[in-house]
């Protein structure tokens, strides 16, 4: 089992940048696949980013990939969200998931349901 917390949310104005922490607690993090979602207001939760257990494969949403950056320090138990570049659009409350990768099933990163533990979430509100 793993515990998700996010922070590094904020209020910001358009074309700043933010970096957003994934940090875990438990045992096994470097097993467990991070995805990043987001959900605006009277919005479905979409995928942003994810990033594999060793750090070795991302995969981002069009919308973010030529601005935002997943990343991961194992040692550290944390998984990071820089995202420059920011605009009103990406306005949301912004979760992290921890996917379990220890079974050598496939990896499914924009798969919402896949995700075994989420974070309770972090405020990025963006003004224009």
């Known amino acids: 089992q793993v515990q998700l917390v996010e922070s590094g949310g904020g209020l910001v104005q358009t074309g700043a940048s933010l970096r957003l922490s994934c940090a875990a607690s438990?045992?096994?993090?470097?097993?467990?696949?991070i995805g990043w979602f987001r959900q605006a207001p009277g919005k479905e939760r979409e995928f942003v980013a994810a990033i594999n257990w060793s750090g070795s494969s991302t995969n981002y949403a069009d919308s973010v990939k030529d601005r935002f950056t997943i990343s991961r320090d194992n040692a550290k138990k944390t998984a990071y969200l820089q995202m420059n570049s920011l605009k009103p659009e990406d306005t949301a409350v912004y979760y992290c998931?921890?996917?379990?990768?220890?079974?050598?099933?496939?990896?499914?990163?924009?798969?919402?349901?896949?995700?075994?533990?989420w974070g309770q979430g972090t405020q990025v509100t963006v003004s224009s």
């Open positions: 998931a921890a996917d379990w990768q220890g079974d050598g099933t496939s990896w499914y990163p924009r798969t919402l349901g896949q995700y075994d533990y």
């Open positions: 438990g045992r096994s993090f470097s097993m467990y696949a």
